[in-house]
Structure formats: structure tokens, C-alpha cells
């Protein structure tokens, strides 16, 4: 027979085998109680070895192995605590928590000393002795707590004066904006953020973001639509963690594309685009969609709606069937289709379609630009060979922007003038809006995770961080941003003034059994 690496003896068909060798032994003494009320809990480590002596053998075999066939250094451990865990309370009753967990101290050496007088009393008892070295450590749950609770008081401190210290210079700057603005009414809000200095500008944006969202002027909160399958999903802006409602559109044209907003004639619309056409749908009363149809079959779907006029009807734009017209008044049937062969560009169909004037609208294929008057297709000269993954309207231009990360404005009144504005360093995968007092900044989402938020008019480049990388789509409202992820199962929110986190991730896929199209405010 030969002993494990944890037995000290073995008792086995009328032989005694002892390891000569000492043995490692760990007793740990709970429940102690320090002078200051503190619950201590200590672990005593020592070495044991038997004695060689044939009657301190004898002995150590009557007193450990009589009920057992094997002495492991835990039954020795057990069989030592019986008399070191009074002996402990005693000395930890005598010194406050912090001096045992002291590196160094009086108790500490105190309670050593008891500990080892009193195992060298039980070792003599059952032929064993103990050996160096000796060693203590202590842990107390109650004054870690407590510890832990001063920490937090002193950052909540540091924090409310950082706060206070923050909204002092917060409305320093406010004050120093609005003087800039009525000295220069000419200027817009992103020209007289460029007049600030550079260290002050992110706090100014967060600042102005955050009254134009909750100040007394502040507009009503948009309602955050998604479209997953046959869903369209409204989220409420005012409470995101709530369970977004969920309305089904009739399966007749398919799966749900995309959504946007839209004013017809003054009054507010969503625009849904599906796989065979769009409903038309009044915000108010949205369980009376309105259907406009694309009688033609097709994988793919409406990417965009619009309302173009009163005369011209909507228009959409669809990856197979191409761009799609219909009169206001006759859902049943297209009025004009114009397919992508017309279109001459390679690679994917029509795509982010907007109003250029009253006349016309605009909208890409693959990197070219066109614009189109409901009777005559014109190509705009458009520069470099990268698809376009935006058009995002201001009041007299429009924003081109590029994956590979070129942004061009283009003049609503001369559009064959295109100029180049940036050239961002990531690939961007999709653009959006972020309105801001009477001005409108840019938001990109591109490959390495984080959407850049950037100005125009100025230099100020603000960024919306979360864990996901290559978000498929992003819209803003003067209170929140939102995200689709990678997967397209979840949407991430910030609140406007806040992009170092996220506020919530709403796992819409688990509702909706279906991935996420497309997601709008309005």
C-alpha cells in the first residue's frame, strides 16, 4: 500500500503505514468576533509531521485512527480546530478587524502565538508536532461591506460635485452660445459651435442636445417604428424597456421592407414598404392600411417609399422591379415602372430614395446618382466608384455619402455640382439624421462598431459606442439614437446627449420571430 499526496496514515489489514515526511495542513476558524463587532474568519496554515518514537506512533494511532482506516490532512485539520477555534476567539475578541487585516501588527503576531501554543498541546496529545513555517490569513464579509459602502458614498460625493461642477460650466457655455447666435444670426448652430474651443465643444453638443430633448421648448418625443416580417412595431421613446406594440399588416404584399414617415398634405403618414407594393398607414388609426400594389413577384422588396406630390402620387424604389410610381388615388397598380436594366449601373437596384425638388426625385444605383421627373431619367455625374450608402436631405442640398467613406453635398437647384466635403477613414455601412436646434448632424455607422456623429459646419466628431460591430441601419430623433445589429435581432438605443452607452437593447426578434427590415422615428 502506498499514501496519497493527502494522507498522513493508513491503517490497512492489521499494518500501519505513517508518512515520515511533514504534511501541509489548512484549518480554518469561522465566527470569530472582532473587538469592534466585526465578523473574522482566519485560516491557520502549519505543517504536522509524526513522531518517530514507536509509542507516540502507537499513540497517534489510538487517537486519529481509531475510527478510520486513513488520516488525511483534513481529519487532522478537523481534529486540531476542536481546540484552536475557542482559543482564537479569545485573542480576536481582544483587537479591532482592521489590526488582523493589517499586514503587519500586534494582533496579528498575538494570535499566531495562541494558535501554535495551543496546536503544539493537541499535537503532543496524539503523537504528532507541528512545524514552521506558520502562516495567517483573515477575511471579514461585514467590513468589506462596509468598506464597500464608504467607496460608494465617496464616489456619489464626487460625483455630485462633479455634476455641480459640470452644469456650472454647462450654462457657462450655454450663455456663451446664445451670445455668439445673436451677435451673428447669419451663422448656424454648427458655424457658432465652431467658434467655441475645441476642449469645450463636446460638452456644448451634449449640453444643447440634452435642453433641445427635455427643455421647455423641446418637441414632442417621436415613437421609434420597426419592421420585422409581417410586424410593424412601435416602440415608445419615452419608455424604451417597455413591450413595443405590435401591429400586423395583411400577408397579401408580403414581408415588410422598410418604414418611414412622410406628410401628406399636412398630415403625418408611415410609409411601409413590403415585398409587393406598400400600405400607407395614419399613425392614429393604423389598423386601416391602405395598400398600393406591385403585381409581380420578387425576393426582394420595397427599400423606400415617398410622397412625392398630390399630382405625382408615391413613388418607391425596389431592388428587382426598379423604381416604382403610383397615382395617389389607385393603389391597384403602378402608373410607371422603370426596371433596373433601364438604370445601366451593376450590382444591386435602386436604393435611398428622396425628393430633389418639386419636380423631381433622386436616388442611386450601386455608385451612380439619377434623378427623375416621372418622365425622363437623367444621370448625374456622381465622381468615384464606391456605392452609395446614403442621401441624407437638408433644407437646400442633399448629403451623398459613400461606404467608402466620401461624403458629397449636392445643390437641390444645381445637382450636376457636386461637392466633396470629407473623406471619413472606416467604411461606412449605413447614414442617418441627428436633428439638433435648427440644424441636423450626420450619423454613420461603419465597420468598426462605434456611429460617428459629425457636423458639416464644423469639426466636432462625437461617437455612439456599444459592443456590436457592423450595425445595418441607424436613425436619430432629437432624443434618442437607434441601431438594427449585425444580426438584425436586436435594436440598440443611446439617448442623444450620451453615446459613451448604450440606454437599452430591445431583443425585438424573440417578439417578432423575424429579423429587423428597417427602423424610423416619426
Known sequence: ????????????????????????????????????????????????????????????????????????????????????????????????????????????????????SAATSVAFACGLEVLAPFSLEFASGSFQKQRLRSMQQSLIEQQRAGEIQHLERAAELLKRFEAIRRSTPE?????????????????????????????????PRQSLWAVAGPYLAKIDSADPMRKPELLTLPSDLGPLRSVQLADIDGSPALLVGAQRGFFLIHPDDPAKPSPFVLPSES???????????????????????????????????????????????????????????????IFSAGPKLFAWDAQTLETIPSGPNADIVGIVPEADSLIVVRDDGTIHRLDRRLPHEMQTLQQRPSRVLATGALPWMDDQRLLLASEDGAISCIGLEDQLVTEYLSSHRGLRAVAGSASLVAAASPDRQRIILWNAWDGQRPLAEIYLAALTRHRIADIAFG
Open 1 to 116: 500500500m502506498s499514501l496519497q499526496p493527502n494522507e498522513l496514515a493508513r491503517r490497512e489489514q492489521g499494518a500501519l503505514e505513517i508518512r515520515d515526511e511533514a504534511l501541509r495542513i489548512r484549518m480554518t476558524l469561522e465566527g470569530l468576533s472582532s473587538a469592534d463587532g466585526h465578523e473574522l474568519s482566519c485560516t491557520f496554515l502549519a505543517s504536522v509531521r509524526a513522531v518517530q518514537d514507536s509509542v507516540e506512533r502507537r499513540m497517534l494511532a489510538e487517537v486519529l485512527l481509531a475510527e478510520r482506516p486513513v488520516l488525511t490532512a483534513d481529519d487532522v485539520a478537523a481534529h486540531f480546530l476542536q481546540t484552536l477555534q475557542p482559543a482564537a476567539a479569545d485573542v480576536a475578541q481582544q483587537f479591532p478587524v482592521e489590526d488582523f487585516l493589517a499586514a503587519k501588527g500586534q494582533a496579528r503576531s498575538a494570535l499566531l502565538d495562541k494558535l501554535k
Open 187 to 219: 451663422l448656424s448652430a454648427g458655424r457658432v459651435l465652431d467658434q467655441i474651443s475645441p476642449a469645450d465643444r463636446g460638452t456644448m453638443l451634449r449640453t444643447l442636445l440634452l435642453a433641445s430633448s427635455r427643455g421647455p421648448e423641446a418637441a
Open 299 to 361: 425576393a426582394l422588396g420595397f427599400n423606400r417609399i415617398l410622397y412625392w406630390s398630390a399630382t405625382k402620387g408615391f413613388c418607391g424604389t425596389h431592388g428587382e422591379a426598379g423604381l416604382v410610381r403610383w397615382d395617389s388615388q389607385n393603389g391597384a397598380a403602378p402608373a410607371t415602372v422603370i426596371p433596373p436594366s433601364a438604370l445601366g449601373a451593376p450590382g444591386p437596384g435602386p436604393r435611398h430614395l428622396q425628393r430633389l425638388d418639386d419636380q423631381r426625385v
